[in-house]
């Protein structure tokens, strides 16, 4: 790559860090420790929450499935 191009406005490949956006080089994720520590504590919260969501969603499922049961029979 020239200088010239980059003053042209070509920008070279590259990714953002996936919690502050900040221009990382292409095969990282994460621009510091800091922010892939902060990505594994936002992994750790969504997988507890989409647990208990799963939690609520089953038993939601299991009383309407007896809900449906005690009311057909009478
Ligand atoms: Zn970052
Ligand atoms: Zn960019």
Excluded: D
């Excluded at 919260?45 to 939601?60: C, D, E, G, T």
């Amino acid at each position: 790559m020239s200088e010239t191009a980059i003053k042209k406005g070509w920008i070279p490949p590259h990714s953002h860090c996936r919690v502050c956006g900040k221009s990382v080089p292409v095969n990282k994720e994460f621009c510091s420790k800091q922010c892939e520590e902060e990505a594994a504590k936002i992994t750790q919260r969504n997988k507890r929450s989409s647990r208990l969501y799963l939690i609520i969603f089953i038993v939601l499922m299991a009383t309407l499935l007896l809900w449906s049961f005690t009311t057909r029979g009478s």
